[in-house]
């Protein structure tokens, strides 16, 4: 099993950042890729980016390209993604994803592991 915590969440006013992190343990071994999903009331969960757990390859879903950037630091067993000129439609509980295919999925059935959530909040 592999286990994810999200954390650094919070409240920021627009144009502000934000740092998720995302501790994993357990199978770690059994990790090629993982990505970030949000998601607001009222509205399915969708895609925001992903990384492959071994190597620098990245993905992101448009309307977060140039503003996030997805990271990941092997030796903390952490996944991170950094959130800068934030806009209220940011809004939404976000969840890291973990999985054992080397592609990066956008799909959010493609992961067998996740987070419980954090919760960000964009301010207008």
């Known amino acids: 099993q592999v286990q994810l915590v999200e954390s650094g969440g919070g409240l920021v006013q627009a144009g502000g950042s934000l740092r998720l992190s995302c501790a994993v343990s357990?199978?770690?071994?059994?990790?090629?890729?993982m990505g970030w999903f949000r998601q607001a009331p009222g509205k399915e969960r969708e895609f925001v980016a992903a990384i492959s757990w071994r190597d620098d390859i990245t993905r992101y879903t448009n309307s977060v390209k140039g503003r996030f950037t997805i990271s990941r630091d092997n030796t903390k067993n952490t996944l991170y993604l950094q959130m800068n000129s934030l806009k209220p439609e940011d809004t939404a509980v976000y969840y890291c994803?973990?999985?054992?295919?080397?592609?990066?999925?956008?799909?959010?059935?493609?992961?067998?592991?996740w987070g419980q959530g954090t919760q960000v909040t964009v301010s207008s």
């Open positions: 994803a973990a999985r054992d295919g080397p592609r990066l999925q956008v799909m959010a059935g493609s992961y067998g592991y």
């Open positions: 357990g199978r770690t071994f059994s990790i090629d890729s």
